[in-house]
């Protein structure tokens, strides 16, 4: 009987222990849902096209061109970026590039993936990827790792021949992520995400003109980043664990607790 009620006990622990993770699993915040995934790209920082997470965003360019699209990343994602560059029927060999920048314009290194590919002659289409390191909630100043907020997508052509600059291309991007959870969780986090134009909205003022806004994605609240991460869970569940194989052993080892019955002298 004492087994069976730390047992049930060790169970009603876990259950508890498990409930803040799924309140916490809700989903990162990214931009409005309504309308169709965009058409065109933008052509700096400042004017790069919104899109979310699985969303896939197509624009028209020339070869030449410089074209920008950013997406949110929150903390314990892996962001993925891929884009397929389709080319003209005639042309020569070209290298294209993606590179991805964080919201302080810091330019990201891709953990691993096909950042820089070369067409062939003729070839109808090149595809591109990128695999960043994993959103973590707080870093060092010197650092530079991937941190939650607004990244930035550029894609453009580093080496072609000059018969081929400013010919038509057609360009399909698309940024998805991977849940890597507690594995990657840091005791700190950011006061906000590293999301530009925050802070110009909350210092404009009324009589002057409307400053420019460079992401909406930006939210006082929303962001998983916090004291919370599931490795909480696997440390209550390691200590339940610890707990039970303890009174099973004692239990063994302790016996029936009663003085063995010893004949008597005859």
């Known amino acids: 009987m004492r087994i069976t009620r730390v047992l049930g006990a060790a169970l009603l622990a876990l259950g508890i222990a498990a409930g803040p993770a799924a309140a ?17 790209a933008g052509t700096s920082f400042r004017t790069a096209t919104e899109i979310r997470q699985g969303q896939q965003a197509t624009a028209s360019g020339s070869t030449g061109d410089y ?30 590039q993606i590179d991805v920048y964080d919201g302080l314009r810091r330019r990201q290194a ?4 096909a950042a820089t590919r070369t067409a062939e002659q003729g070839a109808s289409s090149v595809e591109l990827a990128c695999v960043l390191r994993t959103v ?3 870093s060092e100043p010197w650092g530079n790792d991937p941190l939650p907020g607004t990244y930035y997508v550029r894609l453009t052509v580093v080496d072609l021949g000059s018969a081929d600059l400013g010919k038509p291309v057609g360009v399909e991007v698309r940024a998805d992520s991977k849940d890597i959870g507690g594995a990657a969780a840091v005791d700190g986090s950011l006061a906000k995400p590293l999301v530009p134009g925050i802070a110009v909205k909350s210092g404009q003022d009324g009589g002057g003109s409307k400053p420019a806004v460079l992401s909406s994605f930006g939210s006082d609240d929303g962001w998983s980043s916090g004291w919370w991460s599931d490795r909480w869970v696997w440390t209550a569940i390691g200590g339940v664990l610890a707990a039970l194989a303890g009174v099973g052993g004692y239990a063994l080892t302790r016996g029936s607790g009663r003085p063995s019955r010893v004949p008597p002298n005859v």
Do not use: N
């Open 24 to 40: 916490d699993s809700s989903p990162s915040p990214s931009a409005s849902a309504d309308g169709a995934a965009p058409t065109r």
């Open 67 to 96: 074209l920008y699209w950013s997406f949110p990343a929150d903390t314990g994602q892996r962001p993925t970026v891929k884009a397929t560059v389709k080319l003209p029927a005639a042309h020569g060999a070209q290298s294209w």
């Open 110 to 113: 891709c953990q691993y993936g």
């Open 136 to 138: 973590r909630g707080w």
